[in-house]
């Protein structure tokens, strides 16, 4: 029996990545700080191989498509022209009785939802962090932590095309921190105030950007489904008009079914030529692209895929979160697709005497040249199991008295728990061959 999802999911998965070194509360050992986390062993390699393959199927892999990485701390002009000044904001209200504050939609009425008591008017909270840059704090050193990536982008925009040598249509993507001072955090990564995103934007000819909206909603859902997301937890949902950010034209969002609802996972954004237009106008610089072959000069329309990590990385947690009872015992084991699961292996002695740990070093050293194994002799083996059933490890491998008779092991398969006889000499490629699957 499998029973994938219910309502303690979320509870049991912060639970089990604390266990299993996922991720941990930042500061925790002062109590913690509201909506930051850190990634532990097992959480800085799961994000990393979703770094990896979203690198190389959005820059690596392409032709038409350059990758970047801009500073956090940039000119404040940059988000003047960008608009995020005056409009990145949510609608705040304040209680007045017990000071908690809320986004307006969080309420009902005139109300708090916590203490009953009555909420301020309706005020813009804009949600950029503010920091300065030097020694002296006054208006002129302000500077503000990035709140997007994309900008840096537009900012490079012609630095890019130009030393790439790059023809429109053609993209730039790039990974790296944003920060949002979020008025209501929460459901774990889900929404932070320290995020990663990654992003890329593709120039297009303007009246070209329909049919390049659409190419982008195809490949980006198709990259989550190659991640190992099941189909029928993601759809699509378009933007009204009063859902549409700033700077938008039109604009869709890839949703996941989580556990609280269907939630964006990933924005995708008619830009039109509204951001290289603002830079233009605030830094007096003529951003428009000559096309050499039509001897025609236009500002470029933007397309824009923004996906957040953080959140990819819980969306492959809770789809991969299964619960299942095998011989009357719970198994809790995370199916994550073996090419982002942190460790691909694990090996064991059945037994810590006989030879069978220096057998399973060796194997364990020859395997480890090729990709992340753990070694790990403690414990009962059902129990190693359990713990690697629980990190995802996708194989393990068990040395046995058998294996000092015959040179063969047991491999086990994470999914199906069957368990096949392989010599040592075929391992690496028996095992190369499965996590290619
Ligand atoms: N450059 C466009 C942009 O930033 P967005 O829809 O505001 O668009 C894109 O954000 C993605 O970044 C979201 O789909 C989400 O995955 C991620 N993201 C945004 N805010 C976040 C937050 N507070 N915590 C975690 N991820 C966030």
């Not at 999911?9 to 509360?25: A, E, H, N, P, W």
């Not at 700077?247 to 990933?266: C, H, M, R």
Request: one cysteine or more; proline letters at 3%; charged letters at 30%.
């Amino acid at each position: 029996m499998s029973t994938n999802k219910n309502e303690n999911t979320m509870d049991k998965l912060v639970s089990l990545c604390k266990r299993r070194g996922y991720i941990f509360q930042s500061s925790e050992i002062y109590g913690g700080i509201n909506s930051c986390w850190d990634y532990g062993p097992m959480g800085v390699e799961l994000k990393k191989n979703i770094k990896e393959f979203w690198w190389k199927s959005m820059i690596s892999s392409r032709e038409d498509v350059e990758g970047l990485d801009t500073s956090i701390l940039m000119h404040p002009k940059i988000w003047e022209a960008s608009g995020h000044v005056d409009s990145f904001t949510d609608p705040l209200v304040d209680c007045k009785n017990c000071k908690k504050r809320f986004r307006e939609d969080m309420v009902e009425g005139n109300k708090c939802p916590n203490c009953g008591g009555e909420l301020t008017d309706t005020r813009q909270f804009n949600l950029m962090f503010k920091t300065n840059m030097g020694p002296v704090e006054d208006e002129a050193s302000i500077v503000y932590l990035r709140p997007e990536t994309a900008q840096g982008i537009y900012a490079n925009f012609l630095n890019v095309q130009k030393s790439s040598r790059q023809k429109i249509p053609f993209g730039i993507g790039q990974i790296g921190k944003a920060f949002r001072n979020e008025i209501t955090p929460g459901n774990f990564i889900f929404r932070t105030r320290e995020f990663e995103q990654m992003e890329m934007q593709y120039f297009v000819k303007p009246d070209t950007d329909r049919e390049w909206m659409d190419y982008w909603k195809e490949e980006r859902m198709y990259w989550y489904v190659n991640l190992g997301i099941r189909k029928d937890k993601l759809r699509l949902h378009e933007h009204s008009s009063d859902e549409l950010a700033h700077y938008a034209k039109t604009a869709f969002d890839i949703q996941y079914n989580f556990p609280f609802g269907w939630q964006e996972l990933e924005g995708i954004h008619n830009r039109s030529d509204f951001d290289l237009k603002q830079h233009i106008k605030y830094s007096g610089k003529d951003l428009s692209y000559f096309n050499e072959a039509t001897r025609d000069r236009f500002v470029p329309y933007i397309i824009e895929t923004s996906a957040g990590c953080d959140r990819t990385l819980l969306t492959t947690l809770i789809d991969a979160y299964t619960e299942e009872e095998v011989r009357g015992e719970k198994r809790v084991v995370l199916k994550l697709s073996s090419h982002i699961a942190p460790l691909k292996i694990g090996v064991f002695p059945l037994v810590k005497r006989d030879g069978m740990p220096e057998l399973a070093r060796k194997v364990t050293d020859s395997l480890r040249k090729k990709t992340m194994v753990f070694y790990d002799e403690s414990g009962a083996i059902g129990r190693r199991y359990r713990r690697q059933d629980e990190i995802g490890t996708p194989f393990c491998v068990t040395i046995d008295s058998e294996s000092l008779e015959n040179s063969t092991v047991t491999v086990r398969d994470r999914d199906t728990m069957e368990q096949l006889r392989v010599n040592i000499d075929k391992l690496n490629s028996f095992i190369g061959e499965k996590l290619r699957d």
